[in-house]
């Protein structure tokens, strides 16, 4: 993958992981209660139900779609890193999450490295193509 910018990647890389853990997550849970209702399965170790999946499949599909560029990836990067970031706080007062999604420790402790990483890589992306080696 050379000539890529570390937030190509992380679009590419998170893109890809959260796209399948949408798919796999509706063999493990499909419903789409709400409030008290919400239903609580786990994907290894991490609570899904109907919701979870589609944010996770959303989430893969924007992440895949905007690696294409070094500014798109940086955007999706920073934005990405930033709305996790807030849904890592929100995940450590509030269960379900927005009366939706089941959390648990493993999703706060996923949802706050998603957050750091994306940043992180989005402060180490320049908007312009990484150099390529001949």
Known sequence: MGGKTPAQLY???FGAVLLL???LGFFF?????IG????????IVFEVNGWHNVVHLASGIVGLALAGTPASARLFALG???VYAVVFLLGLFMDPLLGLLPIN???NVLHLLI??????AGLASSTEPAPTTA
Not at 29 to 33: E, G, K, L
């Open 21 to 23: 853990a949408g798919i």
């Open 115 to 120: 957050a750091l990483v994306g940043i992180g």
């Open 11 to 13: 679009s590419l890389v």
């Open 105 to 107: 420790a493993a999703d």
């Open 29 to 33: 849970n499909a419903s789409f209660a």
């Open 80 to 82: 990405f890193g930033a």
């Open 36 to 43: 008290e209702s919400v239903e609580r399965d786990q994907l």
